[in-house]
């Protein structure tokens, strides 16, 4: 992690949240009760374990039919709202930064459904928009009251059906581009330096992670059209990664910030062949990241940060989930959840 002090001010007008926040971290899971849970004899036991903290208000929408979705989406919906009436107007980016994935996997759907005119609200992942209403915007027939970036992204699916031999893969890395665009944009216009060196090294984690996708599949793919720009590593350098092994990648990467995701996560794939160690290391960085503000009283860096450690409390809870209810091995599970005693 880059040692840089941050000049992190105060700001009055999150004094009030920031203190309701802090009076919220009783909701955190304790790392005492994450191994119960691992250790449950039955996903009754895991149940009961859960029920005794502050998830127990959402204990219902686990069903055996829609696992933790229900639970994740009630939980993405309720921080959202939470957020909408408390920033400012200048920080109206940090939703869109903290459901980054499910908004890209959102965008992804209406994009499918907009070209293939196909009905998709299935695997939709509703947060502050509902799936009829986004789809409204995009066929030019939407009245909602909808935020500029989303509009943003909306115009740019529904420009897509001029093209005629639109391939659905380069419309998707296109909407992902437009994504972490505009999320940059915002953020360096609004925000000070740590909030946009965070935004920075998430741009430059993707890359890296995408890059090792890409060569582990042996897709045959011009590096530079999928690369986001805007990280600390220049997408002139990542995309010379093309032509090399991964001992190349490790050599030019694991001195630098990203040393233990790119070796751990290269190592886990290559013995075990799965990505979750990339994403757990990532996880790492983020929290170590924020590790900078703990001493500080109310700003955006520390709202964010805390909804953030949230996001993934709830990965982690999907994980110990999943991994009791396929069987995975105690062990296992436990080693993909050290993210918490681990920063």
Known sequence: MPAIE???????????????????????????????????????????????????????????????????????????????????????????????????????????????????????????????????????????????????????????????????????IGIEKKYIETLYSSIKQSSGMMMLDFIKHAIDIINIKNIVRVKHAGIKIDYESFLHKNGFLEVSILKKFGNENYDSILQALSSGDYGAIVSKGIRSLNNYETFFSFDKNEYIFYLSFFDKIKYSVANIEKIFSFFMRKKIEIKI?????LGLLYGVEKSKIEHKVEIISEN
């Not at 920031?18 to 996903?43: D, N, P, W």
């Not at 809870?317 to 989930?321: A, G, M, S, V, W």
């Open 6 to 172: 941050y000049e992190i001010y105060d700001d009055a007008d999150y004094l009030h949240t920031c203190a309701q926040l802090k009076a919220k971290e009783f909701e955190f899971l304790e790392k005492s009760r994450l191994e119960r849970m691992i250790h449950s004899g039955s996903m009754e036991d895991f149940l009961k374990v859960l029920s005794e903290s502050y998830y127990s208000n959402y204990i219902n929408l686990i069903t055996p039919e829609n696992n933790l979705d229900g639970l994740i989406l009630k939980l993405n919906a309720e921080i959202i709202e939470y957020l909408d009436g408390r920033l400012k107007p200048e920080h109206a980016f940090v939703p869109d930064l903290l459901m980054f994935e499910e908004n890209i996997h959102n965008f992804k759907v209406l994009l499918k459904a907009f070209i293939l005119k196909e009905n998709l609200s299935s695997i939709f992942l509703p947060a502050r928009y509902s799936y009829e209403n986004l789809m409204e915007e995009i066929s030019g027939q939407g009245f909602a009251r909808i935020d500029d970036n989303t509009l943003n992204i909306a115009k740019f699916i529904s420009s897509l059906k001029e093209n005629q031999n639109i391939d659905l893969k380069d419309a998707e």
């Open 317 to 321: 809870l999907n994980i110990i989930y």
